[in-house]
């Protein structure tokens, strides 16, 4: 895609990052859905793994760094799709459906390259997603959030950073609509609260930088806590599963979505594989 269509359509080339924000995202796409943590003592476990067949739509991407080079290094890179002997790192894989069941596990997912960026998930009651912006960098290119919870951006870099953040309108649609900019010095702070008519239909938030193009992550919208995110082998797996039948989503902004009906019983195991064509 170039670089123009990008502007027009995606409204991708203009960047903020933050230095200390904390959201509050209210009103997306499904907010009455409510999740009750309970005990479970007969769940299921499903595994699988995700592969792509075909030519990679997207090779990485080279920028040359003109604001803040010191921090950020002179050129970075910007891989949006991670594919290695046909396995597929980065794919969120969703259980959807799901009204009751564990906790939001406690994790911790950091950047690859150049930059240190992480995305820590306390978990508990709910999903308590804090996102570490450190040399230029968010965290990994794909990662989840909730809706109705406060997300909290915390800024490790000497240089001025000012996010711009997106909502991603329908789970296959490729129209990006602009949530918020606001510009923050280092280790500034501020708390916004997003409309709800600007987060209606919305499947995913979309974290970009207006002074770094490199600096992109995409955030799946989940419900509940029976999520993962592929590994370098392709690999997942969601476990503690309540006996019933769901839909199992895998997302990836570049591929696309695919989804499974799946039926889990009472201390079960299920094997569900994805393959990405293109």
């Not at 959807?96 to 995305?119: I, L, M, Y």
């Not at 997106?166 to 789970?171: A, D, N, Q």
């Amino acid at each position: 895609m170039s670089k123009t269509l990008s502007r027009r359509r995606y409204h991708m080339w203009h960047r903020t990052c933050a230095m200390s924000w904390v959201f509050m995202f209210l009103g997306f796409a499904g907010a009455g859905f409510a999740y009750n943590v309970v005990d479970v003592t007969n769940g299921a476990t499903i595994k699988g793994k995700v592969a792509f067949t075909g030519t990679l739509p997207h090779a990485p991407r080279r920028f040359e760094v003109r604001n803040g080079p010191e921090v950020c290094g002179p050129e970075r890179m910007l891989t949006k799709l991670e594919v290695r002997d046909g396995k597929v790192k980065g794919v969120v894989i969703a259980l959807e459906g799901v009204d009751r069941g564990k906790p939001f596990a406690s994790h911790h997912e950091t950047a690859t390259g150049q930059g240190r960026g992480a995305f820590h998930y306390a978990g508990g009651d709910e999903l308590n997603l804090n996102v570490r912006l450190e040399k230029c960098s968010f965290g990994p290119f794909t990662g989840v959030i909730r809706a109705d919870e406060s997300v909290q951006f915390v800024n490790h870099d000497s240089i001025k950073h000012t996010l711009h953040t997106y909502s991603l309108k329908g789970r296959q649609a490729k129209i990006l609509r602009t949530l918020h900019t606001q510009s923050l010095r280092s280790q500034g702070q501020t708390e916004k609260d997003f409309p709800a008519e600007k987060l209606r239909r919305a499947s995913a938030v979309v974290l970009t930088c207006d002074r770094h193009d490199f600096m992109e992550n995409w955030l799946y919208m989940v419900k509940n806590p029976y999520y993962a995110i592929s590994d370098e082998s392709g690999n997942f797996e969601i476990s503690q599963i309540p006996p019933g039948d769901y839909k199992l989503v895998a997302w990836h902004p570049i591929l696309g979505m695919q989804e499974h009906r799946v039926t889990v019983t009472s201390h079960g195991g299920l094997s569900v594989d994805f393959d990405f064509v293109k």
